[in-house]
């Protein structure tokens, strides 16, 4: 079946650590997208990608980076810079080229700091 | 600005209630796209619904229904007669034409408890 594999699903990280999150999808998807989701916060951009191997900021980048080397792939690091990174992240693609694609999401990481 | 409103953050109701989720948004764009999302206590958002802003027509699917209303920037969710199953942490979310990138502009969403 279609869809976003995010890996690992629970992540823990420790003070200083770089860690890097999974993200794959096998949509054909061109775009690609990290939330940040905090409890009462609802959904923050990080980064969004509309291409591979072009990247842009989101609202909250600081802190973390992205690669986009291949079409299906946009792993998402949290450097040791992000010094709140608790939180639950997801990923997300969408089609590009007609506007008002939903997106479609991943299941989700959740890291916390040792 | 916050562009996606959504006022509850929190409702509970007894299992077969109706129950309205309230969504306002906020746009310049005549041309946009609104959406709500469910998000389950597993974590993934599921896609519900998209309305595009020239189609103010009410839609139902079985249980669900959204009423979208242009005059009062509004794109409400009524679940009737609700079940268990329903409870999660609902979305709004709205796509402008004018942004390029295709984002997503998401409220801070409604959870939804659902009594037995």
């Known amino acids: 079946d279609g869809g976003i594999t995010q890996s690992p699903k629970y992540l823990f990280r420790k003070e200083g650590q770089n860690v890097t999150l999974s993200c794959e999808q096998n949509?054909?998807?061109?775009?690609m997208y990290w939330y940040r989701q905090d409890p009462g916060q609802g959904l923050r951009l990080i980064y969004y990608?509309?291409?591979?191997?072009?990247?842009q900021k989101g609202d909250i980048a600081e802190g973390y980076s992205v690669s986009r080397e291949k079409k299906e792939s946009f792993p998402l690091t949290v450097t040791s810079a992000q010094k709140n990174p608790t939180a639950f992240y997801l990923c997300?693609?969408?089609?590009?080229?007609?506007?008002?694609?939903?997106?479609?999401f991943g299941d989700g990481t959740r890291l916390s700091i040792l | 600005a916050q562009k996606v409103t959504q006022a509850q953050t929190e409702i509970s109701v007894v299992e077969k209630e109706d129950v309205t989720l309230d969504c306002v948004y906020e746009?310049?764009?005549?041309?946009?796209?609104l959406f709500w999302y469910k998000q389950p206590p597993s974590g993934e958002l599921v896609f519900l619904i998209r309305r595009n802003s020239f189609d103010e027509q009410n839609e139902i699917s079985g249980r669900y229904s959204w009423n979208f209303q242009k005059s009062t920037s509004s794109f409400n969710f009524t679940i009737t007669a609700s079940q268990v199953v329903d409870s999660a942490v609902y979305f709004c979310a709205l796509s402008e034409a004018g942004n390029r990138d295709d984002k997503i502009i998401f409220g801070k969403g409604t959870r939804l408890h659902i009594l037995p």
């Open positions: 997300a693609s969408s089609a590009k080229g007609v506007f008002g694609q939903p997106q479609h």
């Open positions: 949509l054909n998807h061109d775009a």
């Open positions: 746009t310049r764009d005549t041309t946009y796209y």
């Open positions: 990608s509309q291409i591979v191997n072009d990247f």
